[in-house]
């Protein structure tokens, strides 16, 4: 059964970090490219990173190229995603899954910028 559960988000002032964590389970991580998405209220999805496989090359949407960083660790099957210089924008639910056919979603990880 396949699982991604994602944590670390919260409540963070504008100009600060965060860290999320997906830990995925029940399919071959580490042969599949990884990846991160958000979606604000009221919003469709949108991706804000991905990590490819085995070669680990990335890819950003301008809107967070510079501040986020994706990564894996394919021994834990955990991909994460440093946030820096976040903006209220950035407001939304995280999720991490597979490219389109996605698995079924996790409950994501509500991330909160605000002062």
């Known amino acids: 059964q396949v699982q991604l559960m994602e944590s670390g988000g919260g409540l963070v002032q504008p100009g600060g970090s965060l860290r999320l964590s997906c830990a995925a389970s029940?399919?071959?991580?580490?042969?599949?490219?990884m990846h991160w998405y958000r979606q604000a209220p009221g919003k469709g999805r949108e991706l804000v990173a991905l990590i490819t496989s085995p070669d680990d090359s990335t890819y950003y949407p301008d809107s967070v190229k510079g501040r986020f960083t994706i990564s894996r660790d394919n021994a834990k099957n955990t991909v994460y995603l440093q946030m820096n210089s976040l903006k209220p924008e950035d407001t939304a639910v995280y999720y991490c899954n597979r490219p389109p056919p996605h698995y079924s979603w996790g409950q994501g990880t509500q991330v909160t910028v605000s002062s």
């Open positions: 029940g399919f071959s991580f580490s042969s599949l490219t």
